[in-house]
């Protein structure tokens, strides 16, 4: 079965420092992994994703995130946090192979930014 | 354009009613997802439409749930003789396709349910 675990329920870090939220998955196909991030009372968005093409891939808002299979970890990273970068943060898997494209959540990582 | 909705954004409901929640999905996308959000179980899938057919309902929770979609575009998730536990921010999301495509799925705002 397929799944994710976030290391870390909550982070805290302060303005203009680097950000890393912990992400390790379990498949046993070739995964897609995806990071989505949810602002207070707002939807989700999606942050990024990885689909098999390159292992480290650029985000939106300065975000990224490294796919490393010998690890099976994909953490999510920004050299500077923003204020605005405060929200809950969820790693996600879709599986291959008879996959109908259900997105498989983390428990999620909140991320707390101060001034 | 427009987004994906949902209706209501709240519901307050006796326990034991039935409920309807309705998405309207962004136009032209075929895949449609309803997921639910809730303290003890995180955010986990409900059940997967492409165009009015469901193929995947594995994640309904009893027989309780059931949810349609017809004209390939708008779905409603029903919930019938509610329980507390059912209390739970209930999304929704489409894409362009669904299966093994890597298609963004854009998420509405979700339906706060609340079972009195």
């Known amino acids: 079965a397929q799944s994710v675990t976030q290391l870390d329920s909550h982070v805290s870090v302060s303005e203009g420092t680097p950000v890393l939220l912990r992400c390790n998955y379990s498949s046993s196909y070739s995964p897609s992994l995806f990071w989505y991030v949810q602002h207070p009372n707002k939807g989700l968005q999606l942050l990024l994703k990885y689909t098999s093409a390159a292992t480290l891939v650029k985000g939106i808002n300065g975000f990224e995130a490294e796919f490393k299979k010998s690890e099976t970890s994909f953490h999510l990273t920004k050299p500077s946090a923003h204020m605005s970068d405060a929200a809950e943060y969820f790693c996600?898997?879709?599986?291959?192979?008879?996959?109908?494209?259900?997105?498989?959540f983390g428990q999620g990582t909140t991320l707390q930014v101060k001034p | 354009g427009a987004g994906v909705s949902q209706s209501p954004s709240n519901k307050v409901t006796e326990k034991g009613k039935d409920v309807e929640l309705r998405c309207d999905p962004i136009?032209?996308?075929?895949?449609l997802y309803w997921y639910r959000q809730s303290l003890g179980q995180g955010l986990e899938f409900l059940i997967y439409?492409?165009?009015?057919?469901?193929?995947?309902k594995s994640g309904l929770p009893s027989d309780r749930f059931s949810a349609e979609r017809t004209g390939g575009s708008v779905s409603t998730l029903t919930i019938q003789r509610t329980q507390q536990e059912d209390s739970a921010v209930y999304l929704c999301?489409?894409?362009?396709?669904?299966?093994?495509?890597?298609?963004?799925?854009?998420f509405g705002p979700g339906t706060r349910l609340t079972v009195t």
């Open positions: 439409f492409q165009g009015n057919s469901a193929p995947d």
């Open positions: 999301a489409s894409s362009l396709d669904g299966g093994d495509s890597p298609y963004e799925q854009y």
């Open positions: 996600v898997v879709t599986p291959h192979s008879g996959n109908t494209g259900k997105l498989i």
């Open positions: 136009s032209g996308h075929t895949a």
